[in-house]
């Protein structure tokens, strides 16, 4: 992927609090590509293990929580949405995380819940 690519994923993890977000969360970036990223999620009290944030043609966010699995004998992926929410600002980002994972993202700022 070009450097292009990596503007709008760099500007989204900005939004959420950058690398306090991902040492707070653990999370880890899992692919991205022109207007969206995925990240990989530690365990949450939503059983989502990843999170995909794609920028719509609003300039608006949408947000899916999902899980994935595979079966270590077959090899089979399964795939569970959990949880979608669209048009959402980029300021609203960090405290719809931690509405939904129930993590915090910063040491000293606190979203409603």
């Known amino acids: 992927m070009t450097t292009a690519n990596k503007t709008t994923a760099t ?3 900005t939004y959420l609090g950058g690398n306090q977000f991902t040492t707070m969360t653990g999370a880890s970036v899992w692919t991205y590509d022109d207007n ?3 990240l990989k999620l530690t365990r949450n009290k939503t059983q989502a293990n ?3 944030i ?3 043609g609003k300039d608006l966010f949408d947000v899916k929580y999902w899980y994935v699995a595979t079966s270590k004998k077959t090899f089979e992926v399964t795939r569970k949405d959990i949880k ?3 048009d ?3 300021d609203m980002l960090r405290g719809e995380y931690e509405k939904t994972t ?3 993202t910063s040491l000293t700022h606190r979203y409603d819940r």
């Open 11 to 13: 500007a989204i993890l």
């Open 36 to 38: 969206s990223v995925t």
């Open 50 to 52: 990843r999170l995909t």
């Open 54 to 56: 794609t920028l719509n």
């Open 84 to 86: 979608e929410v669209n």
């Open 88 to 90: 959402l600002y980029f």
């Open 102 to 104: 129930g993590q915090a």
